[in-house]
């Protein structure tokens, strides 16, 4: 996932709204949506074995990107089982957060969130140990830093926002202006790129919300959220090279 758009403790009656988008090669098997035996819903990623972003009955949230950097991403465990061992797990946002910068440099390159109702962690393994409790707020989280000022973030931040004053809150409030968000396919102006090492022409495909760029794209769109009530509704649009996914 590549792009992670977020209200943590904004509204009284949505105290967590997410709005992610997953990328990805095309040829990478996946499995949609679901609840995984551990009971936790959650997408799949079928080589190996993890995923991008999920919830559990109890409101235990957890989601991923990777870091991007221009440097060969390093660590033989695959980032993916981070969010999965936390939600199997039981240790807080901030006891799992300090236990994953401790062991970040087996995993490749990383941005993760975890959270609970309480309490919401952002840890990095770049640089090496980085994590920080996450302060109320719209927030976004790409491949680089949480809230670094990629076009895709500021911009993503500011549309998140609005559809987030939009929403009505209820169950059957209206996710399509969240899903327009993330479905923003227009790429930065050239001299608003960031630098992260790769070549020109595939920074600025990569700049854009959502992408499709080769044999690279978007695979999912998700929408998470949490009501003051304890209840929740998580949703997702897939796509493939040719386009949206049947739901």
Request: with cysteine.
């Amino acid at each position: 996932m590549c792009l992670v758009l977020f209200a943590w403790h904004t509204r009284p009656d949505l105290p967590l709204v997410v709005a992610a988008n997953r990328d990805e090669f095309y040829a990478r098997p996946t499995e949609p949506l679901s609840r995984w035996d551990d009971g936790f819903l959650a997408g799949r990623d079928l080589l190996a074995g993890g995923t991008w972003m999920g919830i559990a009955d109890s409101l235990r949230f957890a989601a991923v990107t990777n870091v991007r950097n221009g440097a060969p991403s390093t660590g033989a465990r695959s980032r993916g089982s981070l969010p999965v061992d936390y939600l199997r797990g039981r240790l807080s946002p901030a006891d799992y957060a300090e236990q994953v910068a401790a062991t970040g440099a087996e995993y490749g390159s990383f941005n993760l969130l975890v959270g609970d109702p309480a309490e919401l962690w952002w840890a990095t393994n770049r640089p090496h140990g980085r994590r920080q409790r996450v302060e109320p707020g719209v927030h976004g989280l790409s491949n680089a830093e949480l809230d670094t000022p990629w076009p895709k973030v500021t911009g993503g931040k500011q549309a998140f926002a609005a559809a987030l004053a939009a929403d009505g809150g209820g169950p059957d409030a209206d996710p399509g202006a969240y899903f327009d968000v993330l479905a923003d396919s227009d790429p930065a102006p050239w001299d608003s790129l960031p630098d992260t090492g790769i070549e020109p022409e595939l920074e600025r495909a990569l700049s854009s919300r959502f992408i499709h760029y080769r044999d690279y794209g978007t695979r999912a769109s998700t929408l998470l959220r949490v009501r003051s009530d304890g209840t929740f509704d998580i949703t997702e649009r897939r796509f493939d090279e040719n386009g949206p996914l049947p739901t």
